[in-house]
């Protein structure tokens, strides 16, 4: 089993759209669990960090279910600058190093 | 604002060459790391840092090296550029501590897209 699974998509939707993520991680002994938002051709950059009892930031909510070693991320309301790869990131490995998904690319369309 | 700078954003190499790429970070960040990022393989880590003179390796550290001689500066090496190292390389870093199941952010770089004919 991978270490971190999302579904590559491509996801897309039309503006105003709801669109959800699903991403499982395999190291139950993961702590720090977070989304990253890559632009094309850009560098990644940390969206928001995902935390047990679920947050929301604006039109983002996280949650996590550790029973499951499931995450999801729910945009609401699509926008046009939504279009973008999301990574799904969880801490692992013997130094606590992060770990990347392959990530799920997003298109919201006119 | 962090701010972490890569040496080049594109450099083309030949086969047999040692390439030097070079990360800059200004917010005085304990670790550093190096990834190389393919399409359909996601960001693979190759060597991190927790500390000057230190390193580690990560999951693909296979035909790289790295120094660490300042705390700002962390530089991967490709002693012999091979065509299939051919990809996106990302440096980031980020404050505190490494493990201790606590986590903190990572900055990445704008990236350097190394080319090896």
């Known amino acids: 089993r991978k270490e971190v699974e999302q579904d590559p998509g491509p996801f897309n939707v039309p503006e105003g759209a709801t669109v959800a993520f699903n991403c499982t991680y395999s190291?139950?002994?993961?702590?720090?669990f977070f989304w990253y938002r890559q632009d094309c051709r850009k560098e990644p950059k940390l969206l928001m960090s995902?935390?047990?009892s679920g947050n929301e930031d604006g039109r983002f909510t996280a949650q996590l279910n550790r029973a499951s070693q499931y995450i999801s991320l729910l945009i609401r309301d699509s926008k046009l600058s939504d279009s973008a790869t999301y990574l799904c990131v969880v801490t692992g490995g013997s130094q606590g190093n992060l770990i990347f998904g392959k990530g799920t690319k997003l298109s919201v369309k006119p | 604002d962090v701010k972490v700078t890569q040496s080049s954003r594109y450099l083309v190499k030949r086969t047999g060459e040692k390439v030097f790429l070079e990360c800059v970070q200004d917010?005085?960040?304990?670790?550093m790391f190096w990834y190389r990022q393919d399409p359909g393989l996601g960001l693979r880590l190759i060597y991190f840092s927790y500390d000057v003179k230190m390193k580690e390796k990560g999951d693909i550290p296979e035909g790289y090296s790295v120094s660490r001689e300042k705390k700002e500066r962390f530089s991967l090496i490709l002693e012999s550029a091979s065509t299939n190292q051919t990809s996106m390389y990302l440096c980031?870093?980020?404050?505190?501590?490494?493990?201790?199941?606590?986590?903190?952010?990572?900055?990445f770089g704008p990236g350097t897209r190394l080319t090896v004919l």
């Open positions: 917010m005085d960040h304990e670790n």
């Open positions: 995902v935390y047990s």
């Open positions: 190291n139950s002994a993961s702590q720090s």
């Open positions: 980031a870093s980020s404050p505190g501590t490494l493990g201790g199941g606590t986590y903190n952010e990572q900055f």
